[in-house]
């Protein structure tokens, strides 16, 4: 590599930054520095999460990418999606890639969570009928990865999920854009795109969009880590090496 490219992973709802054990495993052994998050109030099932904003898991992000000593890839799962966005929107100039994990950028005004009270402090995590019926696919999953993520699961804020969020500066357009696609091939990401679906109508405002597809459901850290891994480090290469396209 030409220069080290620091990786920087952002877990979605009710997840840690162990929930990236497998893939930084496996892009440390490739020689990249990691940095998965745990974001604020995701600690532990104790932590205090009635103060947590959406400002705070966009600073935490913000905070991990100027502390990098190289350029960053940025990688957000699912509902880091949003996340991802606002700091892309807070420092364009500091992320060399985004890389969307069976998710997408975000929109300004975008609220995660439509209709949570302000009475409302956490949002456990659902049932499996539930969260496949709100369409993240378990695919991939066995009983022994869905025990561990029960097991391990914190209830997420819901300061985060509840408040819009909001953008202001359009050279985040300009940082290309890798989606990781998995429970929503390629294709049919493409087609929502074009549709002015809310989950991906903001890719056509980003200048380089490239597609990767790992089929698999909606967490393909654990049910594909080696692939999930592969996708990502051949983003971060293609940074190390100076090219725009991985």
């Known amino acids: 590599?030409?220069?080290?490219?620091?990786?920087?992973?952002?877990?979605?709802?009710?997840?840690?930054g162990w929930a990236w054990d497998a893939v930084a495993e496996r892009l440390r052994d490739d020689g990249f520095p990691v940095v998965a998050l745990t974001l604020p109030g995701l600690e532990s099932a104790d932590a205090d999460r009635s103060g947590v904003s959406l400002a705070d898991h966009v600073g935490a992000v913000t905070d991990a990418v100027h502390t990098a000593d190289s350029s960053v890839v940025l990688v957000g799962h699912s509902g880091a999606g949003e996340v991802i966005t606002g700091?892309?929107?807070?420092?364009?100039?500091?992320?060399?890639r985004l890389v969307f994990v069976d998710s997408g950028p975000a929109a300004d005004g975008h609220v995660g969570?439509?209709?949570?009270?302000?009475?409302?402090?956490?949002?456990?995590?659902?049932?499996?009928d539930e969260l496949e019926a709100n369409g993240s696919s378990l695919g991939g999953l066995d009983d022994?990865?869905?025990?561990?993520?029960?097991?391990?699961?914190?209830?997420?804020?819901?300061?985060?999920a509840r408040e819009p969020l909001v953008l202001h500066d359009d050279r985040r357009h300009a940082i290309p854009v890798t989606l990781i696609c998995a429970s929503f091939p390629r294709a049919q990401v493409k087609a929502m795109k074009d549709a002015g679906h809310p989950w991906f109508a903001e890719l056509a405002r980003f200048d380089t969009v490239d597609y990767v597809d790992v089929p698999t459901g909606h967490w393909p850290m654990w049910?594909?880590?080696?692939?999930?891994?592969?996708?990502?480090?051949?983003?971060a290469y293609a940074v190390s090496s100076g090219r725009t396209s991985a």
């Open 87 to 96: 700091a892309a929107n807070a420092a364009p100039e500091s992320i060399a």
């Open 113 to 128: 969570s439509q209709g949570l009270g302000e009475d409302v402090i956490e949002i456990p995590l659902p049932s499996w």
């Open 144 to 160: 022994d990865a869905l025990e561990r993520f029960r097991s391990r699961a914190v209830p997420h804020p819901a300061g985060p």
């Open 1 to 16: 590599m030409t220069d080290t490219t620091t990786i920087v992973l952002v877990p979605g709802f009710w997840l840690g």
């Open 223 to 235: 049910s594909r880590p080696d692939d999930t891994a592969d996708a990502i480090a051949a983003v």
